[in-house]
């Protein structure tokens, strides 16, 4: 089993930034990706961005050039800076990885239990 504990988030003023940050625990043999997604009130849940384990990066076109991935030097963080928000961006941010704990099952998806970010116009 995999675990995800996410932290950062908050309350922000439009125009502002903040950073998330995302480790992964428990019996991990291999991450294939991590990334971030979101969920408003009333809307599906959405990608945000996310990394591979080769580097691909991919992201929302709603955030590119407003957020940036990356994956910490520990293999098993990952980080989402957030600057320009905007109301808009206001959800739950949940991590997100695709990882292998046990070679004969293979590779399952793992959730954070989400972090709010909230942007005041």
């Known amino acids: 089993q995999v675990q995800l504990v996410e932290s950062g988030g908050g309350l922000v003023q439009a125009g502002g930034s903040l950073s998330l940050s995302c480790a992964a625990s428990?019996?991990?043999?291999?991450?294939?990706?991590m990334g971030w997604y979101r969920q408003a009130p009333g809307k599906q849940r959405e990608l945000v961005a996310s990394?591979?384990?080769?580097?691909?990066?991919n992201y929302a076109d709603s955030v590119k050039g407003r957020f940036t991935i990356s994956r910490g030097n520990a293999r098993n963080t990952v980080f989402l800076q957030m600057s320009s928000l905007k109301p808009e961006d206001t959800s739950v941010y949940y991590c997100?990885?695709?990882?292998?704990?046990?070679?004969?099952?293979?590779?399952?998806?793992?959730w954070g239990q989400g972090t709010q970010v909230t942007v005041s116009s």
């Open positions: 990394i591979t384990s080769g580097g691909h990066i």
């Open positions: 997100n990885t695709i990882a292998v704990s046990d070679w004969s099952r293979g590779s399952y998806t793992y």
């Open positions: 428990g019996i991990i043999l291999s991450i294939n990706t």
